[in-house]
């Protein structure tokens, strides 16, 4: 919870330029690198990104996950929903975080952004799955990356579900959850999420780094 506090103490400034008042200011917007088309991962019917995990939006989805700002994982969540294409599905979910994390942080930055999602395209949000201990993605070895973490279901999956996630480079992750998801009863799953990494000719070397631990998740 302190995290909350303490996002809601400090006042908004835009990552890009620092200026105060919006998640990201209007100028800033203009530089933010929108997510290069990438094949859904196996399991996944579609998978639409806001952002290329880089510079101005790197630091966007830090914000979310380290503090759970909350007016970032708004406007955020806001940015995400004009990459969904219909049909939309009935029901939001997102692909969870370690239990370590969550007790850590005092949210889950994945919840905090399907819920906002939710709400935007008025359908309800529900915690369909749960992951083990496990170590998070970030830090991990490439190949320990690729294998993805250990998602279950944690009850009976509508036919058609929408699966939120932060940060995505291989798809193992949104795979994990769609396996598991299909295993409870889910036909049609498609995926959304904040920022896709960029392929790595298109890597911008001078990008900001923000926040601590700001590894790739997968
Ligand atoms: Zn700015």
Redesign the pocket.
């Known amino acids: 919870m302190l995290a909350r506090i303490v996002s809601s103490v400090f006042p908004l400034e ?6 105060p008042g919006d998640p ?2 209007t ?2 917007l203009t530089r933010i690198v929108p997510a290069a088309i990438a094949p859904p991962p196996d399991g996944i019917d579609a998978w639409w990104a806001a952002f290329s995990y880089e510079g ?1 939006a790197r630091e966007v989805v830090a914000r979310v996950k380290y503090r759970g700002a909350h007016a970032v994982t708004a406007w955020l969540a806001g940015a995400m929903v004009t990459h969904l294409a219909p049909p939309v599905p009935s029901v939001v979910t997102w692909v969870p975080t370690t239990p370590d994390r969550r007790r850590e942080r005092g949210f889950d930055h994945a919840e905090l952004l399907a819920r906002q999602v939710g709400r935007r395209i008025a359908r309800p949000t529900r915690r369909l799955l749960s992951r083990g201990p496990g170590l998070p993605q970030t830090g991990q070895a490439a190949a320990a990356r690729r294998l993805g973490p250990t998602i279950a279901p944690r009850t009976i999956a509508p036919a058609t579900v929408l699966l939120i996630d932060d940060v995505t480079t291989t798809g193992a992750s949104l795979h994990a959850a769609a396996v598991a998801l299909q295993s409870a009863g889910a036909v049609r799953i498609v995926a959304l999420t904040a920022a896709r990494t960029p392929l790595p000719s298109r890597s911008s070397a001078g990008a900001p780094r923000a926040g601590r631990d700001l590894g790739t998740r997968l």
């Open positions: 835009c990552p890009g330029c620092g200026r990201v200011c100028d800033c101005i």
